[in-house]
């Protein structure tokens, strides 16, 4: 056997994946394996090439080669790791990582992977101690800091997230991503000035990124700045033209300005891109309700009943669309719904009770009036229409 033959065929195979040629170059690696089976680099190159092509499970036949010629090839573990994670097969992949890891404990790429692994099984507080690990190892690992503040938030530990953030940006000042997700931590703290601060940092450093332009813009509506925030969606609409997000949120802030037209047609554009929106239908028929087009309110009302048959408000707002007809016992059934999803509504019971006072039925509109009261004592609506109702009866 040529051993330099053998390792011609590899070095053809590697400078052939360089070059994106994956099936030329596994076909040289199969040549070198042909000649000698045993040969762990061929084996190895060809799980990378497979896993490049995208074909995992091959890929894993690969490294479960080199891992049965040698248990203790640490980088096999880790590939094989990665390939199943590709797979969304994660409970498999710790186990490779485990292994890569109980060959060499100082392995950050396997802690780190480990930890994404478990991130995406919502096993935050065990992808935090990998995260640990690995800056326990390497203190400037940028990303290691930036997904532990993920994880963090994902757990809802905002301020926690946002140390993490700053330590991503302090080794990497041009973290677009970190500084991102510390601008979500900093809005979900209800810290919307800091946040668009964040948000503007992400966009100097890349002015295309949706996410930051639309994120500034729900800051901005937050601060009842309604007219900077439809700024900030246009141009992240006129980056992805198919943001239904940022459509949606638009016509929200034109609402705000009771700029109803308009912003029935940002709902329209949001739902001619994802027609299951089940909240633009519901925020198109509250303008429709605005501009006393109730009938046609209905109809989105009844879009969205359709797409989610358990979405109170849709229930809720369509009876009282159905009160502004005078469809009262329409209206009850409607409050009836939106009761059964959500009995502690108070807005529901009301509802209900000045229905039913429209139908001259007090005793039972008085008893409405009452459970909203023994929900919510200070709900001055329901003390004021129990007084009115049990005047005129």
């Not at 970190?178 to 002015?207: D, F, H, Q, V």
């Amino acid at each position: 056997m040529n051993h330099k033959y053998v390792k011609a065929w590899n070095n053809k195979g590697y400078t052939l994946n360089d070059l994106n040629q994956y099936e030329e170059a596994i076909e040289c690696y199969n040549e070198a394996i042909s000649i000698s089976p045993k040969f762990v680099d061929a084996w190895h190159k060809k799980g990378h090439a497979l896993n490049d092509f995208n074909q995992y499970i091959e890929a894993i036949a690969c490294y479960n080669e080199v891992i049965s010629i040698n248990p203790r090839d640490e980088q096999a573990w880790y590939d094989k790791g990665c390939a199943l994670g590709n797979l969304n097969q994660y409970n498999e992949a710790i186990e490779c990582y485990n292994e890569a890891i109980s060959i060499n404990p100082k392995n950050v790429d396997a802690w780190h992977n480990k930890g994404c692994a478990l991130g995406n099984l919502n096993q935050n507080e065990e992808a935090i101690e990998c995260y640990n690990e690995v800056i326990s190892i390497n203190p400037r690992d940028e990303q290691a800091w930036y997904d532990k503040g993920y994880a963090l938030g994902n757990l809802n530990q905002n301020e926690e997230a946002i140390e993490c953030f700053n330590e991503a940006i302090y080794i990497n000042p041009k973290y677009v991503d970190a500084w991102y997700n510390k601008g979500c931590a900093l809005g979900n703290l209800k810290k919307y000035n800091e946040a668009i601060e964040c948000y503007n940092e992400a966009i100097s450093i890349n002015p295309k990124n949706v996410d930051a332009w639309h994120n500034k813009g729900c800051a901005l509506g937050k601060l009842n700045q309604y007219n900077e925030a439809i700024e900030c969606y246009n141009e992240a609409i006129s980056i992805n033209r198919k943001f239904a997000r940022g459509c949606y949120n638009k016509g929200l802030s034109l609402a705000s300005l009771n700029k109803y037209e308009d912003a029935i047609e940002c709902y329209n554009e949001a739902i001619s891109i994802s027609p299951k929106f089940v909240d633009a239908w519901l925020k198109k028929g509250y303008a429709l309700g605005n501009l006393n087009q109730y009938e046609e309110a209905i109809e989105c009302f009844n879009e969205a009943i359709y797409i989610n048959p358990k979405y109170f408000n849709a229930w809720y707002c369509k009876g009282l669309a159905l009160r502004k007809l005078n469809q009262y016992e329409e209206a009850i059934e409607c409050y009836n719904e939106a009761i059964s999803i959500n009995p502690k509504n108070v807005s529901a019971w009301n509802g209900k009770g000045c229905a039913l006072g429209n139908l001259n039925q007090y005793n039972e509109a008085i008893k409405c009036y009452n459970e909203a009261i023994s929900i919510s004592p200070k709900f001055v609506d329901a003390w004021y229409n129990k007084a009115y109702r049990q005047c005129i009866k």
